[in-house]
């Protein structure tokens, strides 16, 4: 399989406080699409956006920004374009309550929130799970549902086997009905040489499997089709892959080949299979188990031709035909989930939050509001518009967040309100430019972390917006200045902005619980946080 080599780059410097995906540039519209010549350019930037958005989904959220390659583009008479609306389509339930379009430009963004599903477990979102699944005669992808519940079950034979001894007898009752098939071919599978044009006695089923490939393109052909053939036959109850019969006809053809072709086939097929990702829940943790083997075919007394033939042992876990479709931000890289990743992210009980609690209210306030004169006054200018909120104060939310501290911060303090998404004040010393960086990462990293660990569910964003000294390191009213306010530069749909009495409360509770999950600081301050995020809000511990 070739490396995938997609140009997703993460756009660092960009006005907005998310994180943004440069998907590069794609043909956008109906019409446009469809004209488009190269097929395969077309497919490559579906896939692009594709592997954009779930990484979104998967990273908290963010913008997909797509560089529109037609000039002209207009959204409203040209639409996106049904392939791609196709593929957005099929990694969310719902669309609408997960992507916004905005054309700016000759920019195209989709907003895009981040993933949370009811479905217990399955905390990430995934293109293909390239676990594979045997349906009578055909092989298929498990979606991500069946996926999960494949994988639970697997869990729960592991359990069955080790408190039970292992008794075969019940198994084999249950399976009289298709074993005939399997029996037939087994028999055909310790035959040592077959006749050509020879009748087949039995046909394709859940465990057999027939290919009549033609000789040319038959070892490109059997790596296409074995990762995908090996995975359902070792996760649904083993079988046989023929290669050589006529499934059409029911009978032997072979295929023409040297000796040396045959040695080659099978190091080939023993490679591919090693190299097949698998997940054990076990403590044995085997191999693949399978038997490859050719047989002579004779047409009256010359050899014409050889039948391959695979026998795949059912797998005690889990085999993927390579590892799952599925993407992340991880240290400022797009990377591709691992498979054990991928399992324990699908497999996963909901995080359980720490007891600590890292707010400081009262006393941080008035303390800095004794020793900030200007700090108190810009902030109580800043609140007179503001309804109904709660600030929360910190040295460093940064800090708070985990990230690192900047000795130009005097503080920090988010805003939480019914009439505005939230926004995170800076104060800082001096005027640095520099330390918009800082602030826009505070705020990335603590939408991530209201919906990752917080559980908030809906759409947000949180703003910007900072102050400095001119003049001197203390920072007084006169002295201000305003170094950037996100909610000036950033323009977001208004499913994102529009904060009612409910959205405030989820995200206070999500805040509530981020907090306590991060906690450093001392446990003296817990009363105060929950009056301060709580209050009015009766009932909201309770669910917990
Ligand atoms: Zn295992």
């Given at each position: 399989m070739a490396p995938e080599k997609m140009t997703i780059c993460i756009v660092l410097d960009a006005n907005y406080p998310e994180l943004v995906l440069d998907v590069g540039k794609v043909t956008l519209g109906e019409k446009n699409r469809k004209k488009m010549k190269d097929s395969q350019l077309r497919k490559k930037q579906n896939e692009s956006l594709s592997k954009c958005v779930i990484t979104l989904l998967n990273s908290g959220g963010g913008i997909s920004k797509i560089e529109i390659e037609n000039e002209d583009y207009s959204y409203e008479k040209d639409g996106i374009g049904l392939d791609l609306e196709h593929s957005l389509a099929d990694m969310v339930p719902i669309v609408h309550k997960y992507f916004d379009f905005m054309k700016q430009g000759k920019y195209f963004l989709i907003f895009v929130k981040s993933w949370s599903s009811k479905i217990p477990g399955m905390k990430i979102a995934t293109l293909s799970s390239n676990l594979y699944k045997r349906d009578i005669t055909s092989v298929n992808v498990m979606n991500a549902t069946v996926a999960l519940e494949f994988l639970k079950d697997r869990v729960e034979t592991r359990e069955r086997f080790s408190l039970t001894s292992k008794s075969s007898s019940k198994r084999c009752r249950e399976e009289t009905e298709e074993s005939s098939t399997k029996a037939l071919a087994s028999d055909f599978f310790n035959r040592t040489q077959l006749r050509y044009r020879e009748k087949l006695t039995f046909t394709e089923s859940t465990y057999v499997e027939i290919k009549d490939f033609s000789t040319q393109k038959l070892l490109q052909r059997i790596k296409e089709i074995l990762p995908q053939y090996v995975s359902a036959f070792a996760n649904t109850r083993g079988g046989y892959l023929f290669v050589g019969l006529s499934e059409k006809k029911q009978e032997v053809i072979g295929f023409k080949a040297e000796k040396s072709d045959l040695d080659k086939i099978e190091r080939e097929i023993e490679k591919c299979i090693s190299e097949l990702p698998v997940y054990h829940f076990?403590?044995?943790?085997?191999?693949?188990n399978y038997l490859c083997k050719f047989l002579e075919v004779y047409d009256e007394e010359s050899l014409c031709g050889y039948v391959c033939m695979l026998k795949i042992e059912p797998f005690c876990c889990a085999v993927f035909a390579k590892k799952p479709d599925s993407w992340h931000v991880k240290d400022n890289q797009v990377k591709q989930l691992s498979v054990e990743e991928w399992v324990q992210l699908m497999m996963d009980p909901e995080p359980v939050p720490s007891e600590k609690v890292t707010y400081i209210p009262e006393i941080l306030y008035k303390r800095l509001f004794s020793q900030h004169e200007g700090v108190a006054q810009l902030i109580c200018k800043e609140m007179g518009s503001v309804h109904q909120g709660t600030l929360i104060f910190s040295k460093s939310w940064s800090l708070d967040l985990d990230l690192q501290e900047n000795q130009s911060v005097i503080c920090d303090a988010l805003l939480i309100s019914q009439d505005r998404p939230p926004v995170l004040y800076t104060f800082l010393r001096e005027l640095n430019e520099e330390l918009k960086g800082y602030s826009i990462q505070t705020a990335l990293t603590l939408k991530k972390k209201l919906v990752k660990?917080?559980?908030?569910t809906g759409k947000v964003c949180v703003m910007t917006k900072i102050y400095c000294s001119e003049e001197s390191s203390t920072l007084t009213e006169g002295s201000a200045?305003?170094?950037?306010?996100s909610s000036l530069s950033a323009t977001y749909p208004k499913s994102y902005t529009l904060i009612t009495s409910q959205t405030m409360n989820d995200l206070k509770k999500a805040l509530f619980i981020v907090l306590k999950s991060l906690g450093t600081l001392s446990d003296k301050f817990d009363s105060e946080i929950f009056q301060h995020?709580?209050?009015?809000?009766?009932g909201l511990l309770s669910e917990e």
């Open positions: 076990c403590m044995e943790k085997k191999k693949i660990i917080g559980g908030y200045r305003l170094l950037h306010d995020l709580l209050s009015n809000q009766h």
